[in-house]
């Protein structure tokens, strides 16, 4: 069973820093896509960031472009987001998702994601 663990999610200020963080387990992520989404209240679900499975392409959100950073080690089977210079407008809870088949590209498209975690809970206050 594929589970997805986040951690690294708190109540920060504006323009503070968080390093959110997935521990993956029922899979060795080294062959697949990995992403973050998060959803703020009253919101749809929105891509964030995704990283390929090699590890060297990584594509983000215009609205975080600049102040997050995906990466993964895949030794550690983790995934992460470095968030800097957050704003009140990042306020979410943030999810990450595994893809659905190995080797497969980078994309925003959720439903290529085929396996989340339950989410962290990030709050910026102005």
């Known amino acids: 069973q594929v589970q997805l663990v986040e951690s690294g999610g708190g109540l920060v200020q504006a323009g503070d820093s968080l390093q959110l963080s997935c521990a993956v387990s029922g899979r060795t992520i080294s062959s697949y896509l990995m992403g973050w989404f998060r959803q703020a209240p009253g919101k749809e679900r929105e891509f964030v960031a995704t990283?390929?499975?090699?590890?060297?392409?990584?594509t983000y959100a215009d609205s975080v472009k600049g102040r997050f950073t995906i990466s993964r080690d895949n030794a550690k089977n983790s995934v992460y987001l470095q968030m800097n210079s957050l704003k009140p407008e990042d306020t979410a809870v943030y999810y990450c998702?595994?893809?659905?088949?190995?080797?497969?590209?980078?994309?925003?498209?959720?439903?290529?994601?085929?396996?989340w975690g339950q989410g962290t809970e990030v709050t910026v206050s102005s």
């Open positions: 998702a595994t893809g659905v088949r190995p080797f497969s590209k980078s994309t925003s498209d959720p439903a290529q994601y085929g396996y």
């Open positions: 990283i390929n499975w090699r590890g060297g392409s990584t």
